[in-house]
């Protein structure tokens, strides 16, 4: 729905994203952050230690991240309105939760990257001609 | 629960949880308290949440946002008909794996 009043604005913004990333998205993440500051200490601790394993493992970027951010904030803070233990949110074993969380979302680029380059190779052993399908999704 | 009934849990946690849920709708909480009850004690609420955003993805459950008293809204989820789909085929499936597990406890083939 592009009116001509709006297509500069628009283009400036095109131009402004491709140097800055998606503002949209930018957006979506100081908005996060600000809900997690606002959780008490431990929960806020809980959640950033997620975090920084999302930020290893998970997806890169993109409008994909972003859900899988306020989707963590979402578990956190009904976790601390409900007083739930930290232990009953991510279990005994804190991997297993995480990895369970973290499946739902694109993966991350590098992950995509030698996913797609191993079934390639495979089926390049395998003699297949067709090529297999694109995993990066 | 041991190690082993946690790995077997895993596969089968979906079906559970649609089963849970084709009785009546529920929110997270109540869906991991109830599993609790049922003896699978070592249930992480994260974990039940996280197969309620993949069955969510996938299409298998409405979502409803009900306000609570504390804290933010509470996401209701509801079994819709692809999920009552998929539940039937789970049970099939079910059915098909204990009755080959059962006969090869019998010693037969």
């Given amino acids: 729905m592009a009116t001509g009043s709006n297509e500069p604005k628009s283009r400036y913004l095109q131009y402004l994203e491709v140097v800055t990333g998606s503002l949209e998205e930018k957006k979506r993440y100081r908005h996060y952050k600000a809900r997690i500051k606002q959780l008490p200490e431990n929960y806020r601790i809980a959640v950033e230690a997620v975090e920084r394993y999302l930020m290893h493992f998970g997806p890169a970027d993109g409008a994909g991240a972003m859900a899988m951010y306020e989707d963590l904030a979402d578990l956190f803070e009904q976790g601390a309105a409900d007083r739930t233990p930290i232990r009953d949110i991510v279990g005994d074993d804190p991997i297993e939760f995480v990895e369970a969380f973290m499946a739902n979302y694109p993966l991350g680029q590098y992950r995509a990257r030698e996913r797609n380059r191993f079934a390639n190779a495979i089926a390049r052993a395998a003699g297949e001609t067709t090529p297999p399908q694109d995993r990066t999704e | ?76 989820y509801s079994l819709n008909d692809q999920g009552r789909e998929y539940l039937e085929e789970f049970w099939r499936t079910w059915s098909f794996l204990a009755e080959r597990l059962e006969q090869l406890r019998e010693g037969g083939n």
């Avoid at chain 2, 308290?33 to 309620?52: H, P």
């Fill in chain 2, 1 to 76: 629960m041991g190690k082993l009934a946690t790995e077997m849990l895993k596969g089968t946690l979906e079906g559970i949880v649609l089963a849970i849920l084709s009785s009546r709708p529920a929110y997270g909480y109540e869906i991991t308290a109830q599993l609790r009850d049922q003896g699978f004690s070592d249930i992480a609420e994260g974990t039940v949440y996280a197969l309620l955003v993949r069955i969510e993805q996938r299409g298998l459950v409405d979502v409803e946002k009900v306000p609570s008293e504390k804290g933010p809204p509470r996401k209701v």
